[in-house]
């Protein structure tokens, strides 16, 4: 029977430690993302607050952060000075600025890492950040949101899940439970409320339900502020706009309407905007009476981003419209023969514009152009010239816009 307990016993002891040691590496083994910056050895003044951002992302799901200052140095970790080198990572984030506005991102997994993830294509492991639009106290924030969102495209440890989520009591800063004490288990989630299964295909953009509280509030900060969103395309890619507007030649001729305009986004920096319009013809006395008329406008414009900021933006515009305008006389005497007159005119201009956010959608638009029309029209009392479409001309314009 003696023997029988020590045999037992001493099996316990070898199963004991043949597990401990298995568990205690399991704890322990946390995912390492190496952040490598490739610029000059000036850093750009984004980039420390960008690492921290990503630090406090990627921790509360259980990923250590290695900073390294070129592709050689194998990197340290951000406990201090005194850190030692980290060679082995299973993630490596490359982040290259030839421009401190336009950084490029190249994110690659080692096959400790996880080798589910060899078939993602080399073009959606770069991703290239536009930071032109966005206010320069948020380039680090949006910075960390476009890398954490190309690192959930890549690598599914990247993705959070519920058991490394904080609780409520975790994000308030909740007093009462010693730093030791480990969080309770989650609750699994319902089915209505799991992330959504990840996507193949070139460039593919995985994104979880849940987001962490730091990317959402980087979304909507941007989202309020009319920048660009890096990695998740723009706030709008068309707008619908109505305008008031009105056109004064140096002919004489002036009038007033409305234009009804519909742009797109073709680059960051680059729409085409298409416009309809409607004008009355200001009323002008002559010898023999009066003379008025409407205008018919149609035409385009191209509008190119020069100063981008968080509530307002300034572009440059070169426009070019066509006008279908019909002349109309008033003769004071009926013995008179009044005539009205149609013919097209062309007139091209340039000049700044402004737009002005009041909403995440909604924008006041202005613009205030110079041009000339090299094609005129002409009204005429007795053969003689009362006003025209002729010589230089001043184009204004203020309205409404409605991102789509």
């Not at 990627?58 to 200052?69: K, T």
């Not at 930071?131 to 924030?141: M, W």
């Not at 730093?179 to 979880?208: I, L, S």
Request: aromatic share 4%; charged share 20%.
């Amino acid at each position: 029977m003696r023997r029988a307990l020590t045999r037992a016993f001493g099996v316990a002891l070898l199963l004991i430690a043949l597990v401990a040691p298995r568990r205690g590496y399991a704890a322990d083994a946390r995912p390492i993302v190496r952040v490598v910056l490739t610029a000059s050895s000036d850093a750009p003044p984004w980039f420390d607050g960008f690492v921290k951002h990503l630090e406090r992302e990627l921790g509360l799901r259980g990923i250590d952060v290695v900073v390294s200052r070129g592709e050689r140095d194998p990197g340290t970790a951000r406990g201090g000075p005194g850190s030692a080198p980290l060679a082995a990572v299973d993630a490596e984030l490359v982040v290259d600025a030839p421009s401190a506005l336009r950084p490029v991102l190249r994110f690659a997994v080692s096959p400790r890492g996880d080798a589910a993830v060899s078939d993602v294509s080399a073009a959606g492991r770069v991703r290239h950040v536009n930071l032109a639009g966005v206010p320069a106290d948020g380039y680090a924030l949006a910075l960390a949101v476009s890398a954490d969102e190309l690192m959930r495209s890549n690598w599914p440890r990247a993705v959070p899940s519920e058991a490394a989520r904080p609780t409520v009591g975790q994000g308030k800063g909740a007093t009462g439970a010693g730093e030791g004490t480990p969080p309770a288990p989650a609750k699994p989630p319902a089915d209505a409320q799991r992330p959504p299964a990840q996507t193949d295909g070139e460039g593919a953009n995985v994104k979880a339900q849940a987001a962490q509280p730091g990317e959402a509030q980087a979304r909507d900060v941007a989202a309020e502020q009319g920048a660009v969103l890096p990695g998740a395309g723009t706030v709008w890619h068309s707008n619908l706009a109505v305008a008031a507007a009105g056109e004064a030649f140096a002919g004489g001729q002036r009038q007033l309407g409305g234009d009804l305009r519909y742009a797109i986004r073709v680059a960051p920096r680059l729409e085409i905007e298409l416009r309809g319009g409607w004008r009355r013809i200001l009323r002008q006395t002559t010898t023999h009476g009066a003379i008025d008329g409407n205008v018919f406008v149609g035409g385009g414009a191209l509008r190119l981003l020069v100063l981008g900021g968080g509530r307002a933006t300034l572009s440059a515009v070169g426009r070019a419209d066509v006008l279908r305008v019909a002349y109309s006389g008033d003769p004071r005497d009926a013995s008179i023969d009044a005539t009205t007159g149609n013919a097209i005119a062309f007139v091209v201009a340039a000049g700044p514009s402004g737009r002005l956010w009041l909403t995440r959608s909604l924008a006041l638009e202005a613009e205030l152009l110079a041009g000339a029309s090299p094609l005129a029209t002409t009204a005429t009392d007795a053969q003689r010239a009362v006003f025209s479409t002729n010589g230089a001309a001043i184009l204004g314009g203020l309205g409404l816009s409605l991102g789509l």
